[in-house]
């Protein structure tokens, strides 16, 4: 999924610059990585959170319109949230090439209802919600889904497991365990005195 921001350079940096920025609804940013120099941007935080609040979060490849200069192709490296606000307050980008393989970490997906849990009174055991992928930008996978509706007890999935179409590759170890379902946990009765 690709996302268009607007931008626009600022030439001054520090704290009191950083809270006028807000206070005129924009925060500060950085655009690093790439054969340029990094540059401080200035960017509206409600599109920052509609791209991180999407589907694909912080995987969305970003098409940066900055000072309206040719778009530049983005991932929205961190953020940084005000801890009781909840508002935005920083954001880090950085610039990808279209055709080298880059590193993401993708979220995992359940859908089904094991047969385990129903037939055997297992319970589904979700060890590891993410994975991560090395692939072109544009093949960035939103998220795994995973169908555990074949798991009986004791069955899992592994990483190795996980059919990636040709487009992505894991990086996660091939041995990773990522669902599984196991039997239930019966708590020890206390010994009669």
Known sequence: MAAVLEAVRRD?????????????????????GGESKSESLAVDPKQVLKIIRSH?????????????????RVLLKSYQVH??????LHADFYRVAMDKLIRV???VHLVGEARGVKAQGGVVDFVHRELVVECLPADIPEHLTLD??????HDSIRVRDVS???KWKAL??????????????????????
């Open 12 to 32: 001054t940096v520090g704290k009191n610059e950083a809270n006028r920025l807000r206070m005129q609804g924009r925060i500060p940013a950085v655009i690093y």
């Open 56 to 72: 694909s979060g912080a995987n969305t490849l970003i098409a940066l319109h900055l000072d309206g200069a040719a778009d530049t």
């Open 83 to 88: 801890p009781l606000s909840q508002e935005l």
């Open 105 to 107: 970490t993708v979220p």
């Open 148 to 153: 555990v509706t074949n798991l009986m007890l």
């Open 164 to 166: 990636t179409g040709g």
């Open 172 to 193: 996660s170890e091939a041995d990773m365990l990522i669902v599984h379902v196991v039997a239930p946990r019966v708590a020890a009765e206390p010994a009669a005195a």
